[in-house]
């Protein structure tokens, strides 16, 4: 749920970005990014229930495209705005660029090698009931950092700077009323009359 939620915070901020900036390509994308992330979320669950990692090669395959939309979307909003909201979404683009890097290079390789390594060894996956018993039964616990070396990157990244991430994404609501000084071409606004009257582009520029 918390992931989904996230996924939701990043739609409504590119869909009300990219409507501010008249960018179809932002808008488009904040359409696409909660269905992926929910498929995203099945393939996570399949996995964790067969025990079959295929389901983590997609489930971060999924993830990993999903911001390399976001990421295509933002660098189309970049010249649309100008000062410290160019600068923002600059060090955006360069945060989810480097999410891609990790996850294609890092991320998804480690699950990809372990569904290899169990399809050679003949491991037998457990089905819906068999894996629904096992999730809710076994339960090991263990201190022994060899068995959680891999995942220390991945985890430590997430428990941080995604939690980070998400903080800065609820808190869009406060700032969004700015954004209109910071465009490099004026907002239309409808006239009473019908006519399209032009607002100013005001404000400091930083």
């Given amino acids: ?72 979307a933002l660098i189309r909003l970049v010249p649309r705005f100008r000062g410290i909201v160019r600068l923002g979404l600059g060090a955006v683009v360069a945060g989810t660029a480097t999410y891609c890097i990790f996850m294609v290079t890092v991320d998804v390789p480690m699950y990809l090698v372990r569904w290899q390594e169990e399809e050679a060894s003949g491991h037998r996956f457990l089905g819906l009931i068999s894996g629904l018993y096992d999730v809710t039964t076994r339960w090991i616990v263990t201190y022994d950092i060899t068995r959680w070396h891999h995942e220390i990157p991945w985890m430590s990244l997430y428990f941080s700077v995604a939690v980070w991430m998400s903080l800065a994404l609820g808190g869009f609501g406060l700032i969004r009323r700015f954004l209109p000084r910071y465009q490099t071409r004026p907002t239309l606004l409808p006239a009473r009359s019908g006519a399209v009257a032009t607002a100013p582009s005001v404000g400091p520029r930083l």
């Fill in 1 to 72: 749920m918390a992931e989904l939620c996230f996924a939701v915070q990043w739609a409504i901020v590119l869909d009300e970005i990219g409507k501010l900036a008249d960018s179809d390509t932002a808008k488009n994308v904040s359409r696409l990014i909660v269905p992926l992330i929910a498929l995203a979320e099945c393939c996570s669950w399949y996995a964790v229930i067969t025990t079959n990692y295929l389901g983590n090669v997609l489930e971060n395959s999924l993830w990993t495209a999903t911001f390399l939309l976001i990421g295509i």
